[in-house]
């Protein structure tokens, strides 16, 4: 068989073999963990692709993150499938069998090298530390980064090897410079993680490129000349570290120093190399979140610097005799470097989604590895060396279908994390979101006070377990819940939203003005937020006020029907009827199944003199809560109003049997009998 052959049937088990093991997350649900914030509540993601949605993902910070060509993805698959969670899985699917194959035919065209080139594209795909980016969709950016990455470090040794051959002008080899320069861009513009690609070219140039003076000084650039080579990638690298760094700290997810101490930060990162290495070679006890644990033990922390101290010793030592174990170390470390710890973002220790591009690096070293080892061994063990690895791609493979089995919910994906590690306080938090949503409150709330238990100063814990008690009708204990949250993190909008909603509900307006107004001040541009403040505004028949906050959120957010529905409610209180009218319709176009928003949009029609408008409104109050007594009423008065007074009577007996006490029924069925009579 020739080489194309050969590698286009590589190519295609390669392929197909992806797709198998990955098939079955096109079943599979949203995770409630970041899902619900990346695209099932994200109103942005869910209008679409347009201009306005698009300059949003540009110049956002949505949740402490900048990685405008992520949300764009994100965009057009909400486009393309909606609510269906097949759809943007089977994209992310798609996604990393492409990298799979790039991978193959990047190793392949860097090192002419094609078997081993296969195996590591295979471990890379079938790895179980692969499925928390394939199986979470809200993980795009991890596959959407790795795919302008690899086709940037293709475009890179295109430009090398047609520079190295002097090709003629038609044939210039900065345009491949240029378009790796772009694609490096666009994987920066998916997840701020390939800041570290400049770094990895300079690997590169030491292998598999050979360009460094060490290999050869015949016309080969000294060690400076390639460092000003990459200048414009790390200006590009240094642009976007310190946007990510702004919008991070600015989201709250960058914790200080007084939380965790500089030498803490330095204990997990060696930690978190020695864990990640250990479960690439033996990936048991995968979960996610992985929590930080407030103490390290000293043994381990000691056994990992030295482990991390002596892979690079040897890394170093080995360059001559085994470069490739030099470069591909140092891109496993230096990858991992802005999601090892040093700056701290969030509360895990590590994730399994953070080895996407780093573990390439590792598999690169024991591949190479074990084929120079295998070189010098007799031809019957050389001969039982394919079996091995095929043994282990086999092995890797059914592992990573068994851990995708935990992703097919976020009820079963939290409780294997918390069987798997221990006193994962974020696992529980997780698994009480998932409850909740499911209807399932009392144990939503028992989770999530075990989360509390295990970790105190637990803010989103505090708000979660706030949530659920306000939405029970405990508003009391809720609002000490949302203090709790905002007296460990002062800046906690949503915390400062919901105890404004809270304070509403106990109907202590003045506080939940004033709370709602800090979350605007924090927040200028959520639309629910201006919406509720709005609500109590208009409560306190602070009318201009409260128009002005319903203008503004729907400036932001026209789909936001509940604004809709109260600026009719102003207007219609100011003397605009007919365009109070038009915002109820608005309303009922956007909720269609709201009986309240029927309610009204029929009131305002029936004082527009539109007595059969209005009945086809009660009438689909009364088909969504048939024992609405004021539904029963308002249909009677629409009838009346039409000339059928037994009808309209019917409906007025029927509000008084569902509700004794109606505000004005009897006097009306009163009026009407007398006048029947």
């Given at each position: 068989m020739n080489a194309s052959k050969r590698t286009l049937w590589l190519a295609l088990v390669l392929g197909a073999g992806t797709a198998i093991l990955y098939w079955p997350v096109i079943g599979h649900q949203f995770i409630g963990y970041d899902d619900n914030e990346y695209l099932v509540q994200n109103w942005h993601i869910q209008s679409g692709l347009t201009w306005r949605a698009m300059s949003w993902a540009l110049e956002s910070g949505y949740a402490s993150n900048w990685h405008p060509l992520t949300w764009v993805s994100h965009?057009?698959?909400?486009?393309?499938?909606?609510?269906?969670?097949?759809?943007?899985?089977?994209?992310?699917?798609?996604i990393h069998a492409a990298n799979s194959l790039l991978l193959f035919l990047w190793l392949q065209q860097v090192t002419r090298a094609t078997w081993r080139s296969a195996i590591v594209a295979a471990l890379f795909a079938w790895h179980p530390l692969r499925v928390e980016s394939v199986a979470w969709a809200a993980e795009r950016k991890d596959l959407l980064c790795a795919f302008f990455w690899i086709l940037s470090l293709m475009a890179?040794?295109?430009?090398?090897?047609?520079?190295?051959?002097?090709?003629?002008?038609?044939?210039?080899?900065?345009?491949?410079?240029?378009?790796?320069?772009?694609?490096?861009a666009l994987a920066l513009m998916s997840k701020p993680m390939a800041v570290t690609l400049p770094f990895v070219l300079l690997l590169m140039d030491f292998w598999p490129l050979e360009r460094l003076p060490i290999f050869s000084t015949e016309g080969r650039p000294n060690l400076k000349t390639l460092i000003l080579e990459k200048l414009p990638f790390f200006s590009f690298a240094m642009m976007a570290s310190i946007i990510t760094f702004k919008v991070q700290q600015a989201g709250g997810a960058v914790d200080s120093l007084a939380n965790t101490s500089i030498a803490f930060r330095f204990e997990n990162a060696f930690l978190a190399y020695f864990r990640y290495v250990l479960?690439?070679?033996?990936?048991?006890?995968?979960?996610?979140?992985?929590?930080?644990?407030?103490?390290?033990?000293?043994?381990?922390?000691?056994?990992?610097?030295?482990?991390?101290?002596?892979?690079?010793?040897?890394?170093?030592?080995?360059?001559?005799?085994?470069?490739?174990?030099?470069?591909?170390?140092?891109?496993?470390?230096?990858?991992?470097?802005?999601?090892?710890?040093?700056?701290?973002?969030?509360?895990?220790?590590?994730?399994?989604?953070?080895?996407?591009?780093?573990?390439?690096?590792?598999?690169?070293?024991?591949?190479?590895?074990?084929?120079?080892?295998?070189?010098?061994?007799?031809?019957?063990?050389?001969?039982?060396?394919?079996?091995?690895?095929?043994?282990?791609?086999?092995?890797?493979?059914?592992?990573?279908?068994?851990?995708?089995?935990?992703?097919?919910?976020?009820?079963?994906?939290?409780?294997?994390?918390?069987?798997?590690?221990?006193?994962?306080?974020?696992?529980?938090?997780?698994l009480a979101t998932c409850l909740d949503e499911e209807g399932r409150v009392d144990e939503a709330i028992q989770c999530t006070v075990k989360a509390l238990e295990i970790q105190p100063d637990f803010p989103e814990g505090h708000y979660n377990l706030g949530t659920f008690l306000l939405n029970s009708g405990k508003t009391e204990p809720a609002i000490q819940q949302f203090e709790m949250a905002l007296k460990q993190n002062p800046r906690f909008v949503d915390a400062e939203n919901n105890l404004g909603k809270a304070y509403q509900t106990d109907g202590r307006l003045d506080d939940a003005a004033a709370h709602l107004a800090r979350a605007r001040?924090?927040?200028?541009?959520?639309?629910?937020?201006?919406?509720?403040?709005?609500?109590?505004?208009?409560?306190?028949?602070?009318?201009?006020?409260?128009?002005?906050?319903?203008?503004?959120?729907?400036?932001?957010?026209?789909?936001?029907?509940?604004?809709?529905?109260?600026?009719?409610?102003?207007?219609?209180?100011?003397?605009?009827?007919?365009?109070?009218?038009?915002?109820?319709?608005e309303k009922v176009r956007l909720k269609p199944n709201d009986p309240e928003a029927r309610l009204n949009y029929g009131l305002a029609l029936l004082d527009q003199n539109q007595p059969v408008e209005a009945a086809a409104q009660f009438n689909e109050v009364l088909r969504l809560q048939p024992d609405s007594a004021m539904g029963h009423y308002r249909l009677g008065l629409a009838l009346a109003n039409q000339g059928k007074s037994p009808e309209a009577i019917a409906q007025c007996r029927e509000a008084l049997r569902l509700q004794a006490d109606l505000p004005d029924a009897r006097d009306t069925l009163e009026r009407w009998t007398h006048g029947t009579n």
């Open positions: 965009m057009v698959d909400w486009q393309l499938y909606g609510p269906n969670p097949a759809g943007h899985h089977f994209t992310n699917l798609f890179y040794s295109r430009y090398v090897r047609k520079k190295a051959r002097s090709i003629g002008a038609e044939e210039n080899p900065n345009l491949y410079y240029g378009l790796s320069l772009a694609l490096f479960k690439t070679v033996w990936p048991s006890h995968l979960a996610v979140p992985y929590p930080l644990e407030s103490r390290l033990p000293v043994i381990s922390v000691v056994a990992a610097v030295m482990f991390f101290l002596l892979a690079c010793a040897a890394a170093v030592w080995l360059a001559k005799r085994a470069p490739y174990v030099t470069s591909g170390w140092f891109w496993f470390a230096g990858t991992l470097v802005p999601v090892i710890g040093i700056v701290q973002v969030g509360a895990q220790s590590m994730a399994d989604r953070y080895t996407y591009i780093p573990s390439i690096g590792l598999f690169i070293v024991f591949v190479w590895g074990a084929v120079d080892l295998l070189a010098r061994a007799p031809r019957a063990v050389r001969n039982v060396s394919w079996g091995a690895a095929v043994m282990v791609l086999a092995v890797c493979f059914v592992v990573a279908r068994h851990q995708l089995g935990y992703w097919r919910n976020g009820e079963i994906l939290f409780r294997h994390a918390i069987a798997v590690t221990d006193k994962n306080y974020l696992a529980y938090s997780s001040n924090e927040s200028p541009n959520d639309p629910d937020i201006l919406n509720n403040l709005g609500s109590v505004l208009l409560m306190q028949s602070k009318l201009p006020e409260a128009a002005v906050c319903f203008s503004e959120a729907l400036r932001i957010k026209p789909e936001l029907a509940d604004a809709h529905g109260n600026l009719g409610v102003i207007l219609m209180r100011t003397g605009h009827p007919q365009k109070g009218t038009i915002e109820f319709a």
